[in-house]
């Protein structure tokens, strides 16, 4: 809008960056090296048609370490997105699992153990630990579930 101001009316740069709220430094800025911005964007569609599967980060560590080429990573990202060369990210394939088997029953007493560690504090602070060790017996026929318990002698 200021460069049409001074063009159109032949008003000075610094009544025309203060009409607009545009600093004098920004009115003056010209981008530069645009003809590396091509020379960059042609690497980068040689190197993703060669190499499918790199992405941004093995293509500018390609640029810059094996051919040394001085270009800021920022730079070379941004060209890379205007390019739209970014990867698809493949969503990851989840295992099917299938169902555990039940667990079996054991035949007689004493076939099957189980051990477990337990943990606990009494009411002065001080802490203790057991090992429980349990062995597992078939269930009892034709008795009521609290009996079919297997208890150890006392």
Known sequence: MAVVAVARQG?????ACRAFGVSETCYRYAPKLVGENEKIANLLVGLTN?????GFGLCFL????VQGRPWNHKRVYRIY???ELNLRI???????RDKPDPLAVPAAPNVSWSMDFMADRLGD???FRL???LGRAPPAQNT???SSISRWPV
């Open 11 to 15: 008003i000075s740069v610094a009544l």
């Open 62 to 65: 390609y640029l810059r370490n």
């Open 90 to 96: 493949k969503p990851r394939k989840r295992l099917r």
């Open 50 to 54: 060669a190499r499918r599967n790199w």
């Open 81 to 83: 997105r205007e390019l």
């Open 131 to 133: 090992l429980n060790v």
């Open 125 to 127: 602070g001080r802490a």
């Open 144 to 146: 009521p579930m609290s």
